[in-house]
């Protein structure tokens, strides 16, 4: 998935577009941008392939009851920082929030493909190191 997305990305002299899914939400209500989240969030092959790989390292683990439910905690805390920094950044509310928010959307819209790529390069190292790693056992 890594090399096809690095293969479709947009060239230096092209402009990179924002997906069909940010686009539509510059319009959306608070309530069509939580479920637009909720379904892309529950669709993603990476977020599904992430929420696999922290279950079976959890699991691996072997923490029982109060261990397991500590390392769920902080998986989903760790997953949501970037969503609840937006939202408290957005709630500070002054101008400096909302311009330091959109450079950061036109960053990411920018470099969506690198991103993607290293996201899915470091997915694959995990999967494949813990693959490599429970055959020696």
Not at 63 to 84: M, P
Not at 89 to 106: C, E, K, P
């Amino acid at each position: 998935m890594a090399v096809r997305k690095w293969w479709k990305r947009p060239r230096a002299c092209e402009q990179a577009k924002p997906p069909r899914w940010m686009a539509s939400l510059d319009g959306a209500t608070a309530g069509r941008a939580l479920l637009l989240g909720a379904l892309l969030a529950g669709a993603n092959p990476k977020d599904l392939v992430l929420t696999a790989s922290a279950a079976t390292s959890i699991v691996e683990a072997g923490a029982h009851d109060v261990g397991r439910a500590v390392a769920v905690a902080v998986f989903v805390v760790t997953v949501s920082c970037t969503i609840l920094g937006a939202v408290g950044i957005h709630l500070a509310g002054n101008q400096h929030a909302a311009t330091f928010l959109d450079n950061v959307r036109q960053f990411m819209v920018t470099n969506s493909a690198v991103i993607t790529v290293i996201v899915l390069l470091l997915l694959g190292a995990k999967v494949l190191g813990d693959g490599l790693s429970g055959l020696g056992r």
